[in-house]
């Protein structure tokens, strides 16, 4: 998923919970938000890695 279009479904996610304020459903959907805030993350540091391993491998190899 898209970093960009991720942060615009969280900020729209976030608005709508705090314009409703319903108990029941926030806990649970700032759980997903959460998991899905985790999830980017890894997968950006995944990503950095893979890339700089790439680099380093060029270099050790160059």
Known sequence: ????????????????LKAARDAGQTSTELALIAGA??????LL????RTKLMEKIGI???G
């Not at 998923?1 to 709508?16: N, S």
């Not at 540091?45 to 950095?48: G, K, P, R, S």
């Open 1 to 16: 998923m898209d970093i960009q279009t991720l942060t615009v479904w969280i900020r729209g996610r976030y608005e709508a």
């Open 37 to 42: 805030l985790l999830l980017g993350a890894g």
């Open 45 to 48: 540091v995944l990503a950095i």
């Open 59 to 61: 270099i050790n190899n």
